[in-house]
């Protein structure tokens, strides 16, 4: 093992189990076809953003601007992550497994970080535009979010390569990034407090949802970060292979949660608050 | 032949044909012209449900806005599940046909599948925003719809690992999802039903082809699925070799009929009710 790890570098999980025993075409084809849905469900969604603008009022469409920027981000770093995968691994008939290729490139999480340094400072501040602050002020909770949201993608960034060579320096950096989390949440929770105060019920009822779908899909990042560990580094290989799966399709469902679902309560909000302000998309006589 | 699916891992009917006798010249050229077709259908579809968006009154455009969602994610994973079809096999020129190529990724339908978990609910919820449910709640059916869709999806999805490794397996899930599949249909008569009463004739003329259309072109992925059986594992060449093409075949036919002729037909009728309701965008004068 200590020589494999020396081999392959700041080896990632995906790479160490590719180049050990490597996957069967079941966990090999569950992690394309995962991140395939990923990518697509982002460009689905972006047509959802640009169509549905005109549905809120005009002080309300920047956050489906921000929607619509996200989606187009993720979309292209999605399409690239996954084509990593698939251009990693190697169908080997002998073993019937799939292998890192020789002289592939290796795979690496990556370029999922460095999408979410655009994703996720638009998601933080998107709420802003949609909410109304009571207490808070917009431009210090924005800074705030900016300052945390970049930080926490950073120190994650650079913990992810670790995750096999130095569990002790992978942990550390994933700690450091979990305080600018804890930051964010509660951050967040108080956003979405101020909010609720003076919005239209059911306006309200949606607040309340983005608040849950925040806090467990924000949530699933760590998770995704800690899967080697969850399923044990050390066990044998089915876990192991099971572990990159999971991780993929944890990543998948954080994605489309945290941008997409997220995005769609924005907008059901704001057309809540839309209607209670005298802006009825449906009744307008010729809604171009 | 115990042997070869050793080889294969978790064989799909298709890898399995594809290494042992390989494809003819035209069997494997109909297959990659027919998935061409198809993600071509779905990109051509997209510019119509745009570009019509407006022929109906805001109310029911939430129909067109889903028909766009499905039209994306279905042209990029067909355009996967295409590429995937060239990318598994190579001419052979010693024994003339097209083969499984030694180092190449297998043909895995699951791209097709993970699509479906997009376009199944959306096609599901697209229709409840067309028709006035008179008697059930539209939140229960939406919620159910996603329920059981979802799970027809998920479960077909893993018994077609095993469509030739373990056919036990690949019966007990497709009997499950076919459970689901069942639950769908009677809400989705239920729905048409409802939805007819009190809509204009011409709108109940097309409420009643929708439900034609949806019975019969739902029911050819079942048949999709077990094409193999259907023209028997154990038979000659090429009777597999003509099962593989069926399947593309019918997969292509039910895609282009449950989603492109299903939502051209809702915006059909969603036209009709919108005249009815004073909503006539041929006869305003400077329609947008």
């Known amino acids: 093992m200590e020589a494999l790890i020396e081999m392959l570098g700041n080896a990632t999980f995906e790479n160490y189990v590719g180049a050990a025993e490597g996957y069967t075409e ?22 959802y953003f640009v169509l549905t603008i005109k549905t809120v009022a005009p002080k309300y469409r920047t956050s489906s601007v921000l929607s619509v920027v996200v989606m187009v981000s993720a979309f292209l770093l999605l399409f690239v992550q996954s084509n990593n995968w698939t251009g990693s691994m190697i169908y080997d008939a002998e073993s019937a ?3 890192l290729g020789d002289g592939n490139d290796l795979f690496n999480n990556g370029y999922r970080y ?18 109304t602050l009571t207490k808070s002020d917009f431009s210090s909770i924005r800074n705030q979010f900016w300052f945390s949201g970049t930080g926490m993608i950073v120190t994650g960034y650079i913990g992810q390569y670790y995750e096999v060579t130095s569990p002790t ?7 450091i990034s979990t ?9 967040m929770k108080r956003v979405i407090s101020e909010g609720k105060e ?24 760590p998770g995704a970060y800690l899967m080697p560990y969850l399923f044990s580094l050390s066990a044998e290989p089915a876990m192991s ?15 489309v949660s945290s941008k997409v679902i997220y995005g769609i309560f924005l907008t059901l909000a704001a057309q809540e608050m839309s209607k209670a302000e005298g802006y009825d998309y449906e009744s307008m006589e010729n809604a171009l």
Chains 1, 2 share one sequence.
């Open 26 to 47: 079941m966990a090999y084809q569950m992690s394309a076809h995962v991140l395939t849905l990923g990518y697509a469900v982002m460009l689905a969604a972006l047509l």
């Open 97 to 99: 497994r799939y292998m």
């Open 114 to 131: 460095l999408n979410w340094l655009i994703d996720v400072p638009m998601l933080l501040f998107q709420i802003l535009f949609v909410v």
């Open 169 to 175: 320096l992978f942990f550390v950096w994933g700690f």
């Open 179 to 187: 305080l600018f989390f804890v930051h964010i949440l509660i951050l």
């Open 198 to 221: 003076g919005a239209p019920p059911k306006a309200q009822k949606y607040l309340g949802y983005i608040w849950t779908l925040f806090f467990f899909s924000w949530m699933l990042y």
């Open 241 to 255: 292979e099971m572990a990159v799966v999971a991780r993929h399709i944890t990543y998948t469902v954080a994605d």
